[in-house]
């Protein structure tokens, strides 16, 4: 007898712990996938999201879009907002570009929010890492319940478990503390301003630092970017290609206008492509995307891409750089933009 209302007790205590995970997980939101809640220095800023694919997905489903940028962590550095005056005062703008991401997310996206919404114009940003089989291979895999406006996997994963509690709290923390939020999920900016107040403290030798502490660390050390011995073969990437081929295809059908940009980086990260030996890629991805009229080159070397100064770590641009490309792809008359970037790739 003793023992079933000890296993009864139990069972009440272990239900009222996953009642209050449930619950804190949902109300804090940490993900910002619900927004049922969404209060200044409660759990507003999101510091903690784990899933950038997932995060940007809801919030651009509540931004109720009509032009969508599209790519990855580059082109998440163009504010939506400098956008506005080359589009009618009523068009949202949502920037859906996510860190990391390959050509096959970027069409899963570019899909659901087509047949789901009004999508007028896509300003697409391409780097050639996206294109890497192993960025793709992930996406290629996973069922996203969620293209299909079925999100249990979401939300199970989202709603239970000590990771994401714990992530819960650490987003309720940090807004307690007003600490600042990098990215804006209304619009889908990624703000890099803690980065440019460092850069302006630490100088030229700062930046300098940290864009080689990118290059060692990051970029030429994951897999899915630049540590790949497949990817040193050009032909390893023609099934992403192909993707890229329905992407275009698809915006043709649906008669979306179409701002295709290859996005600048730091002239050192271009050199070393060539020297670790995927300079054969690189050409051959440049050659197939020729075939398609209006892309506009700002990689390679020229003006900006061989001046630090306009990155804010050698793979991403800063926000000044970032108008610059807007004002090139808009045919902006602005004499300050050097002739040698952005180029119609040919």
């Known amino acids: 007898m003793k023992s079933r209302i000890w296993i009864k007790k139990l069972l009440i205590y272990l239900t009222s712990i996953l009642i209050f995970i449930f619950s804190f997980n949902f109300i804090v939101d940490p993900y910002g996938v619900f927004n049922i809640v969404n209060i200044e220095g409660f759990n507003k800023n999101k510091n903690y999201i784990s899933n950038d694919a997932r995060t940007k997905f809801y919030n651009a489903k509540r931004a109720n879009p009509n032009v969508l940028l599209i790519g990855t962590s580059r082109t998440e550095h163009i504010n939506p907002k400098d956008l506005a005056k080359?589009?009618?005062?009523?068009?949202?703008?949502?920037?859906?570009?996510?860190?990391?991401?390959?050509?096959?997310?970027?069409?899963?996206?570019?899909?659901?929010?087509?047949?789901?919404?009004?999508?007028?114009?896509?300003?697409?940003?391409?780097?050639?890492?996206?294109?890497?089989?192993?960025?793709?291979?992930?996406?290629?895999?996973?069922?996203?319940t969620r293209y299909n406006d079925y999100y249990i996997e979401d939300y199970v994963d989202i709603l239970f478990g000590a990771k994401q509690f714990s992530r819960a709290f650490r987003t309720l923390k940090s807004n307690l503390k007003k600490d600042p939020t990098t990215i804006d999920l209304n619009t889908g900016w990624f703000d890099e301003v803690e980065m440019t107040e460092k850069i302006k403290k630490g100088g030229l030798e700062f930046l300098k630092k940290h864009t080689e502490d990118t290059i060692v660390n990051n970029i030429f050390t994951k897999s899915i970017m630049y540590n790949s011995s497949e990817f040193k073969s050009k032909?390893?990437?023609?099934?992403?290609?192909?993707?890229?081929?329905?992407?275009?295809?698809?915006?043709?059908?649906?008669?979306?206008?179409?701002?295709?940009?290859?996005?600048?980086?730091?002239?050192?990260?271009?050199?070393?492509?060539?020297?670790?030996?995927?300079?054969?890629?690189?050409?051959?991805?440049?050659?197939?995307?020729?075939?398609?009229?209006?892309?506009?080159?700002?990689?390679?070397?020229?003006?900006?891409?061989?001046?630090?100064?306009?990155?804010?770590?050698?793979?991403?641009?800063?926000?000044?750089?970032?108008?610059?490309i807007i004002e090139r792809l808009f045919n902006e008359k602005n004499n300050t933009i050097p002739s040698d970037f952005g180029i119609v790739l040919k």
């Open 235 to 324: 032909n390893s990437i023609d099934k992403t290609l192909d993707t890229f081929d329905g992407i275009y295809s698809l915006c043709k059908t649906n008669n979306i206008k179409l701002h295709i940009f290859i996005s600048p980086i730091y002239s050192r990260i271009t050199k070393l492509i060539f020297q670790k030996g995927y300079g054969e890629t690189y050409k051959y991805w440049k050659k197939r995307l020729s075939k398609y009229p209006g892309i506009i080159d700002f990689s390679g070397y020229n003006s900006i891409t061989n001046n630090i100064e306009n990155f804010v770590d050698g793979s991403h641009y800063n926000d000044n750089t970032s108008k610059i």
């Open 86 to 144: 080359y589009f009618p005062e009523d068009t949202n703008i949502y920037n859906l570009a996510i860190k990391g991401s390959g050509v096959t997310l970027h069409k899963k996206n570019i899909e659901y929010f087509i047949k789901n919404y009004d999508i007028d114009t896509i300003i697409y940003g391409l780097d050639l890492f996206s294109f890497n089989s192993l960025a793709n291979r992930f996406d290629e895999e996973l069922k996203y």
